[in-house]
């Protein structure tokens, strides 16, 4: 059956398609407008009045959502980080953008306080420094809310706090959003892999030696990502997510096995960095090797994948509707 293309394709199990991809988009107050980032070549921080390019394209391609993320300025950032929920934020800004550009684009957030926070923590801090949760859950809320406020058709907490989930949807439920879907980063992994993106919103020198091990997962453990997918269903997520990806394939087949709902990974930053930098020392083939992660991606469960190559790969399949990947 391996010998011929068309034997090959008539077993061929799983297949990549548009509908898989999802694409995060950067964006910052602008100047200027497609601004390189130098930890992820290729991957521009776009202003406000330039974003409508990256969506066009996205929606051009048949790419289904774009997730947006903020890269704030030092004013922007507080202890209580209240931006995160200012009715004229960036992000608010940005929600209204994308749907001018392209009415149809599916427009996910990201809920967490670090682009906002003064330390970079993804929440509130208590003097000594510890994430406090429950003060962290009210605070996701109003960000949650002013999100979908400005248009944003899902919300996805990346945050990790216990209880944010049904805080999100009861405010949902409560307040003229029963269909605004929520997508639970279910088990995030306290991962080295976010490092690019800390450098591409900024993050990074407010976290400076911290880390988030207090309320991310550790790498080690694997049950822990059935409990808390399991809380986060129980409490309402429409969606799940594994992050980072390809290091947790392991983690996305048990969740998927376990629930059979719709699950998705995080190809992250650092992997992204990854397969560029070998790409671009010429050590692998960059079309080869993005294509074979994200169909294994595919086959360890994923109903979608967010990655920065997205519309790159969208490129690709469309260029060869039926080759071989
Ligand atoms: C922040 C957030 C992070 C990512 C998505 N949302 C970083 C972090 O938790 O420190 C990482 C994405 C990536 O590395 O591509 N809440």
């Known amino acids: 059956?391996?010998?011929?293309?068309?034997?090959?394709?008539?077993?061929?199990?799983?297949?990549?398609?548009?509908?898989?991809?999802?694409?995060?988009?950067?964006?910052?107050?602008?100047?200027?407008?497609?601004?390189?980032?130098?930890?992820?070549?290729?991957?521009?921080?776009?202003?406000?009045?330039?974003?409508?390019?990256?969506?066009?394209?996205?929606?051009?391609?048949?790419?289904?959502?774009?997730?947006?993320?903020?890269?704030?300025?030092?004013?922007?950032?507080?202890?209580?980080?209240?931006?995160?929920?200012?009715?004229?934020?960036?992000?608010?800004?940005?929600?209204?953008?994308?749907?001018?550009?392209?009415?149809?684009?599916?427009?996910?957030?990201?809920?967490?306080l670090d682009p906002y926070t003064s330390h970079g923590q993804d929440g509130l801090c208590d003097a000594r420094g510890y994430v406090e949760n429950d003060r962290t859950v009210a605070a996701l809320v109003k960000q949650a809310m002013s999100h979908v406020e400005a248009g944003a058709d899902v919300v996805a907490p990346s945050d990790m706090m216990d209880g944010r989930v049904r805080a999100i949807r009861d405010a949902f439920e409560k307040n003229g959003y029963p269909n605004a879907r929520i997508l639970a980063y279910s088990a995030k992994y306290a991962s080295t892999f976010y490092a690019p993106f800390r450098q591409a919103v900024g993050s990074a020198s407010n976290l400076g030696g911290g880390d988030k091990r207090s309320y991310q997962m550790d790498p080690a453990n694997a049950d822990e990502a059935l409990r808390e997918t399991a809380l986060d269903l129980a409490e309402g997520a429409d969606m799940v997510m594994v992050k980072p990806g390809a290091i947790n394939l392991d983690i996305v087949w048990r969740v998927k096995q376990a629930f059979g709902m719709p699950t998705?990974?995080?190809?992250?930053?650092?992997?992204?960095?990854?397969?560029?930098?070998?790409?671009?020392?010429?050590?692998?083939?960059?079309?080869?090797?993005?294509?074979?992660?994200?169909?294994?991606?595919?086959?360890?469960?994923?109903?979608?994948?967010?990655?920065?190559?997205?519309?790159?790969?969208a490129e690709w399949l469309r260029e060869s509707e039926c080759a071989e990947i």
Request: hydrophobic letters at 45%; one cysteine or more; aromatic letters at 8%.
């Open 1 to 112: 059956m391996r010998k011929d293309a068309f034997s090959r394709r008539m077993m061929r199990q799983t297949k990549l398609s548009v509908d898989d991809l999802i694409q995060p988009l950067f964006i910052h107050e602008g100047e200027p407008e497609k601004q390189p980032i130098p930890s992820m070549p290729g991957i521009f921080r776009w202003g406000l009045n330039a974003l409508a390019e990256p969506c066009k394209r996205c929606h051009a391609l048949g790419i289904p959502a774009v997730v947006l993320f903020p890269s704030t300025p030092s004013a922007a950032k507080s202890a209580d980080a209240k931006q995160a929920w200012h009715p004229n934020g960036l992000v608010q800004r940005a929600i209204k953008a994308v749907k001018h550009a392209a009415p149809d684009l599916g427009v996910i957030t990201d809920v967490a």
């Open 264 to 313: 998705f990974a995080y190809q992250v930053s650092g992997e992204y960095a990854m397969l560029k930098a070998a790409a671009e020392h010429g050590w692998l083939d960059e079309r080869q090797a993005v294509l074979e992660t994200l169909t294994c991606f595919k086959r360890a469960g994923c109903d979608g994948i967010l990655t920065y190559y997205a519309a790159q790969v």
